[in-house]
Antibody, heavy 120, light 107 residues
Framework: QVQLQESGPGLVKPSETLSLTCTVS????????WSWIRQPAGKGLEWIGR???????NFNPSLESRVTMSLDTSKNQFSLRLSSVTAADTAVYYC??????????????WGQGTLVTVSS | DIQMTQSPSSLSASVGDRVTITCRAS??????LHWYQQKPGKAPKLLIF???TLQSGVPSRFSGSGSGTDFTLTISSLQPDDFTTYYC?????????FGPGTKVDIK
């Protein structure tokens, strides 16, 4: 059973960089796409972007100028960095696997989510 | 970006009711449409992918249909565990986008 776990600071100051890591267990990070999604309190889901095990990426244009994603296959981890954060970036951040099945990509395994608050 | 809408935004129903939630895309997305269930404080869970294929382990009372721009999620007989929020999501193009959600609560 694939499991994902987000980790990183729960509090980030405005204008600084948010950094989160997702550790994958129960399966290899190789040959899959891995995604980040966020959800402000009481609101809907926003797709941030995804990274393939080769390192290729797709980002949401609304965030692309501030987003970096990377992965470490030796640790079975992938990471998100979001720069120049503001209070609008306060949200629960989820990592997820973008699984390929029958020609479709769908988010089939998710981490439990981690709350990141942007505040001084 | 492809805009996803859902209707209704919320509904009240009773155990055993048949419930239908609609999702509409702002342009044709073929069957690149997926449904998720999210319980309070938890991550979303994939229910249906490719508009109508049930994810492994999901009860058969859940079903999906549609193609192009209009899609439905149906729960044939609502169970106590089903009172929560449902989201649709398109994977036809980038950025991936989600509907705003439909909350199903107890009448």
């Amino acid at each position: 059973q694939v499991q994902l776990q987000e980790s990183g600071p729960g509090l980030v100051k405005p204008s600084e960089t948010l950094s989160l890591t997702c550790t994958v267990s129960g399966g290899s990070i190789s040959s899959y796409y891995w995604s980040w999604i966020r959800q402000p309190a009481g609101k809907g889901l926003e797709w941030i972007g995804r990274i393939y095990s080769s390192g290729s990426t797709n980002f949401n244009p609304s965030l692309e100028s501030r987003v970096t994603m990377s992965l470490d296959t030796s640790k079975n981890q992938f990471s998100l960095r979001l720069s120049s954060v503001t209070a609008a970036d306060t949200a629960v951040y989820y990592c997820a696997r973008d699984g390929y099945r029958s020609g479709y990509y769908a988010l089939d395994y998710w981490g439990q989510g981690t709350l990141v608050t942007v505040s001084s | 970006d492809i805009q996803m809408t859902q209707s209704p935004s919320s509904l009240s129903a009773s155990v055993g009711d048949r419930v239908t939630i609609t999702c509409r895309a702002s342009q044709s997305i073929s069957t690149y449409l997926h449904w998720y269930q999210q319980k309070p404080g938890k991550a979303p869970k994939l229910l249906i992918f490719a508009a109508s294929t049930l994810q492994s382990g999901v009860p058969s009372r859940f079903s999906g249909s549609g193609s192009g721009t209009d899609f439905t999620l149906t729960i044939s007989s609502l169970q106590p565990d089903d009172f929560t929020t449902y989201y649709c999501q398109q994977s036809y193009s980038y950025p991936r986008t989600f509907g705003p959600g439909t909350k199903v609560d107890i009448k």
